[in-house]
């Protein structure tokens, strides 16, 4: 157990964990990050990142190598399912607001081993096979609980503590925070295949999201597969709807082959809109998941953990370098305010409109996006918001 007690304990080594990591470290704070699995965990979570968290990530030095690693996509489409494109939208027309007017997609994983690499130089350590069980205050400090990987009870000592430990955050539990929301109906049933769709569908951008009355699904381009995002029967075990002849047939829906498609990862999940009662208690603090959950459509949930954490460490500098302790409600409205009327609001938006039934209310969506494409203010306003940006300038006006 480490003895030193002057530092921030950071619980959870994902990408949000670790850029509030990093960015602590490069403003002198002392970190130690503190993680349950026994390694990184290499998976295909997120992929999208918007113009503004790539700003953020050329803070810490790791943006052109994610981009390296990755995809530009400056552009993104909403798709009738039968009639093709309805609308694309252009990223480009946020040039001169920030130094990436495009998406990358690049999967999670790369982003979280360069962040470990710049943790290296920082000299700041990760320990792993660590389960937080606690998490005790005082006037002085924070203690975790927690347990290692032989089971072995362990506690480590902070003056803070930062919850970046994903939706089932144990410091969040730790800390009786409260986790309102709900959960939507469908299951999400992610599928990666080597298979080039851009044959199957004609102008088929890098990014979109197919809407359709039966049967919406979306399409994310990566450097090396296409994921693919589709609703499914909830009453289903997971086994089944992850079944090989299921995910064959749910591909084969998408667009006919003679072949079997080639399937590198598929994974069922429930899908939650919850955002935390508090992000901060005492000297603990929440971000990511830990703090907001919503549904992945519009690529927002990494994004906005990564926006948690910038906006946090920034503030928890300041105070560890002698700034007032109430700087940190300021995190807590901001990081919150973005969460309730922003993220949600758009996440849930989009799945209405891939969702919607009613002809004509699909017709008035459909229409609505043509002319906010036609007008190039509507236009650029439309991706500011989308690409989360607009939220990033909101908040400056929350005290």
Known sequence: ????????????????????????????????????????????RASTFHPPTLDMLDEVGVTSEVIRQGLICP????????????????????????????????EQWKLTRLLRDRLVEHGVEIEYGIQATGVVQDDDGVTLLAEDADGKRVSFRG????????????????????????????IYLTMSTSHMF??????????????????????????????????????????????????????????????????????????????AANYLKGRAMLIGDAAHLNNPLGGMGMNGGIHDAMNLADKLAQVWH???????????????????????????????????RDPAARAAYHDELRATVANPTSHRDYVRRSSMLQSLRDLESVA
Not at 76 to 96: E, P
Not at 180 to 185: D, N
Not at 256 to 266: A, D, E, G, L
């Open 75 to 106: 552009h993104w489409q909403f798709r009738d399912r039968k009639t093709g494109v309805i609308a694309t939208f252009d990223l480009g027309l946020l040039a001169g607001e920030t130094t990436h007017p495009y998406r990358v997609q690049c």
């Open 322 to 356: 002698g700034a007032d302790a109430a700087l940190l409600g300021r995190f807590e409205r901001q990081r919150r305010k973005v969460a309730v009327e922003t993220v949600q609001a758009q996440a849930l938006r989009n799945r209405k409109i891939l969702n919607e």
């Open 198 to 275: 851009d044959a199957d569908f004609t102008d088929l951008s890098k990014i979109a999201y197919i809407s359709d009355p039966d049967e919406w699904f979306v399409l994310l381009r990566t450097p090396t597969l296409w994921r693919v995002l589709i609703p499914t029967d909830p009453s289903l075990p997971d086994e089944e709807i992850t079944s090989v002849a299921r995910v064959e047939d749910r591909l084969q829906s998408i667009a006919p082959q003679s072949f079997t498609y080639p399937v590198v990862h598929k994974t069922a999940y429930r899908v939650h809109e919850r955002v």
């Open 159 to 186: 003056r803070y503590i930062i919850g970046a430990d994903g939706a089932r955050s144990a410091v969040r539990k730790a800390l009786d925070i409260d986790f309102p929301g709900m959960t939507i109906p469908e």
């Open 1 to 44: 157990m480490a003895s030193n007690a002057d530092r921030v304990l950071v619980v959870g080594a994902g990408p949000v964990g670790l850029v509030a990591a990093v960015q602590l470290a490069r403003k002198g704070v002392p970190v130690l990050v503190l993680e349950a699995s026994d390694q990184l965990p290499e998976d295909l």
